[in-house]
């Protein structure tokens, strides 16, 4: 039987429960009703509104839009909407190089080079230079991200006179992504003068590292400049530069790179005049592709790389790189490359084809699918250099 107090205390839980149910439904009503004039904010890194940011992108400057008359003054205006994206150029200086070290290596010599490649950056450079006689062919070689900051050019010309933990840092990156093989020393044996430098944050102009990225970013945009910007102006100095040398043919000059490099490349290809060629691997696709959730184009950090304000509103990718036409250009990309996928890529490559032959110089570029990871194995890179040879034809 159940006493008096017992039966206060069950009264009481009801209350409490109907109380609990009627403060439930309240909040449940406030968010019903929440939701008739708010939306989401964030999921999975990007804007709830991502696809209606998406859809509104038509890149109206992009040549396939038409509208465009004449190609070389779509060329000359798309050139300036991307270089005006770059924001505020690094102040030139005379480069005043000087060599530091010299290695001989049987058919080439390498060098350290330290030179001004802006008013606000003395660098060091790696250049190989064949000793047949000139003037040569050259490639201007632009280093991957791969989230590895202390080597850079070392990715692309073995490096001597460092500390073991460098030179093994450096044999082990080449092993996992270039098939064991510097790709600068394989070219200088073959005829062509090499150069490389680092991209700011990268070995000997290191110091943020990956989770400092985005804080150098945000601190040039700061100074008015950008992070990617800043890259691409230096690249093309580095172009210059590679062109002044007494060895170096000015007219057959070729920019090369797997990943953020091979971005670099065609990137450089659309904005420089001293570049007449490129080999662009495993970095090419449409930007509405990338922009996904997981993506890895939607983690911020290495992105900032690449990102140029504003141009999203006027041109996608294979757009920028469409500038470059009608100059010799090779894209590679990989199958089973995970950072960008097959739809996206022959998307793109589909889009960089009409610009070439509407050119009549759908000869000059190649486009192919690989069944290869994100790398530049050594298949790759044969294909690559035969390519690039029968445009330039370098000495034996």
Not at 53 to 73: E, N, Q, V
Not at 136 to 157: Q, S
Not at 382 to 391: I, Q, V
Request: one cysteine or more.
């Amino acid at each position: 039987m159940m006493t008096q107090s017992s039966k206060v205390l069950v009264k009481n839980m009801n209350q409490s429960a109907m109380a609990l149910s009627a403060v439930l439904a309240f909040v449940h009503a406030a968010h019903a009703a929440e939701s008739q004039f708010q939306s989401p904010g964030v999921q999975d890194k990007l804007p709830a509104f991502y696809e209606k940011l998406a859809s509104r992108m038509d890149y109206p400057l992009s040549w396939l839009g038409g509208g465009h008359d004449s190609y070389p003054a779509w060329q000359k205006q798309a050139r300036a909407k991307v270089v005006e994206c770059l924001l505020t150029p690094p102040p030139a200086a005379p480069f005043e190089p000087k060599v530091i070290a010299e290695q001989d290596r049987g058919s080439y010599v390498a060098r350290k080079v330290v030179f001004s490649l802006t008013g606000d950056s003395r660098v060091l450079a790696l250049l190989l230079l064949p000793k047949s006689a000139g003037p040569h062919p050259a490639v201007l070689l632009l280093h991957d991200h791969g989230a590895k900051f202390d080597i850079g050019k070392e990715k692309v010309i073995q490096p001597w006179d460092e500390s073991p933990e460098k030179i093994e840092s450096a044999r082990k990156w080449v092993e996992r992504s270039y098939g064991s093989r510097f790709i600068g020393d394989e070219l200088a044996r073959r005829g062509y003068v090499c150069l490389a430098t680092d991209m700011l944050n990268w070995s000997d102009r290191g110091g943020g590292g990956y989770e400092q990225q985005q804080a150098v970013a945000a601190n040039l945009l700061q100074f008015g400049t950008s992070f990617a910007g800043l890259i691409a102006h230096e690249d093309m100095r580095a172009a210059e530069f590679l062109a002044s040398q007494a060895e170096v043919d000015p007219k057959r000059i070729a920019a090369m790179g797997l990943s953020v490099g091979a971005y670099r490349t065609w990137q450089l290809a659309a904005l420089s005049d001293r570049i007449a060629a490129g080999v662009s691997v495993c970095w090419m696709a449409t930007r509405k592709a990338l922009m996904v959730p997981k993506n890895n184009a939607t983690g911020g950090q290495s992105a900032f790389t690449m990102i140029h304000p504003g141009l999203g509103n006027q041109l996608d990718y294979p757009d920028v790189a469409s500038i470059a036409c009608p100059k010799p250009m090779m894209f590679l990309a990989g199958r089973k490359d995970g950072l960008f996928p097959v739809s996206a890529v022959e998307e793109a490559f589909a889009r960089m084809r009409r610009v070439w032959e509407s050119q009549r110089a759908g000869a000059n570029l190649e486009l192919r699918l690989c069944d290869a990871p994100h790398e530049f194995n050594t298949t790759m890179q044969d294909e690559a250099f035969t390519w690039l040879a029968a445009r330039f034809q370098p000495a034996k």
